[in-house]
């Protein structure tokens, strides 16, 4: 019997869970326009009628990590329950202690904190998390990323004070290799 490969039997069946939870959710659809001609921040092409495509996106999914979204709170209610309901038919539970809900609202509008709810038990509403290495916050602005960046890659930095950087028998071009290996790298994961 040849060995399993965990990582793409885990993936395919995060898939599997996530088709069967959203498969009949079509109004909680959040479509990203793009087009894959011309250059990336040229916004006027995207108002064009021809060459744009449409991709539905509902979940980011890397892993056992899952993002949902959706535009209005009914919709992540929807998309939550449907969730919740298809994981129990896999025999999984959803983690309440791990599942955060974040509201990113438009710009000058201050919207109350949602009630979501798997189970009848009402989520953490969080201001900001961390997800997949990168620091998202409710004002969408990327003060509190690059400062925890920062303050890693600083950490990385300081780890090599005695070993590495005071060290004279080992020759500068050793210390810039391994500097950015470690520490530019830790500074720029998943950018």
């Not at 509902?58 to 056992?64: I, N, Q, S, T, Y």
């Not at 969408?140 to 780890?159: H, K, L, P």
């Not at 050793?174 to 530019?184: D, E, N, Q, R």
Request: overall charge positive; aromatic content about 8%.
């Amino acid at each position: 019997m040849p060995p399993v490969n965990w990582q793409t039997t885990s993936l395919q069946f995060s898939w599997e869970l996530i088709r069967d939870a959203f498969h009949e959710t079509d109004d909680a659809d959040i479509y990203l326009k793009y087009r894959t001609d011309g250059g990336i921040f040229n916004l006027r092409r995207l108002q064009a009628k021809t060459m744009v495509a449409h991709t539905l996106i509902r979940e980011l999914l890397l892993a056992d990590d899952c993002a949902i979204m959706a535009h209005t709170v009914e919709h992540i209610q929807k998309l939550m329950d449907c969730f919740a309901t298809a994981a129990k038919c896999f025999g999984l539970t959803v983690s309440l202690k791990k599942t955060k809900v974040m509201l990113q609202p438009r710009p000058g509008s201050s919207p109350p904190k949602p009630d979501i709810f798997v189970n009848d038990t009402a989520l953490n509403v969080v201001d900001k998390l961390c997800y997949l290495g990168s620091v998202l916050s409710q004002n969408a602005e990327i003060n509190d990323d690059i400062t925890r960046r920062t303050g890693v890659a600083s950490a990385a930095f300081g780890r090599l004070e005695t070993r590495l950087w005071k060290e004279r028998c080992v020759c500068l071009s050793t210390k810039v290799a391994v500097y950015k290996a470690v520490v530019i790298t830790t500074l720029l994961y998943g950018c």
